[in-house]
């Protein structure tokens, strides 16, 4: 079964960091590109970041870079988001999606997960 899991959302106070991860499973991310997407209440989805196949590109909206790094893991099929100094501005629903980086780059990828929940509030 293809499927690819989020993980490590949860509450945190602005100033705080968590840790995404998404494992892919039934398939393998090493020939994907990945990115992360979020989608706050209200508002439309948007892209945070995408990693290219060998990992030595990556891209990164401009509300969090700095704060952020997207990083991978094809041994264990799993991708990161390391998110660091979080906003209340950064409460959304994350999703990890697959595709190739032209997909990543226009929000248009081939697959993806069903999110994780990140609220950033005092």
């Known amino acids: 079964q293809v499927q690819l899991a989020e993980s490590g959302g949860g509450l945190v106070q602005p100033g705080g960091s968590l840790r995404l991860s998404c494992a892919a499973s039934?398939?393998?991310?090493?020939?994907?590109?990945i990115g992360w997407f979020r989608q706050a209440p209200g508002k439309e989805r948007e892209g945070v970041s995408c990693?290219?196949?060998?990992?030595?590109?990556?891209n990164y909206t401009d509300s969090v870079k700095g704060r952020f790094t997207i990083s991978r893991d094809n041994a264990k099929n799993t991708v990161f988001l390391q998110m660091n100094s979080l906003k209340p501005e950064d409460t959304a629903v994350y999703y990890c999606a697959v595709g190739t980086w032209g997909q990543c780059l226009g929000g248009g990828m081939a697959y993806w997960g069903k999110g994780t929940l990140v609220t950033v509030s005092s």
């Open positions: 039934g398939f393998s991310l090493g020939y994907l590109t």
């Open positions: 990693i290219n196949t060998g990992g030595g590109i990556t």
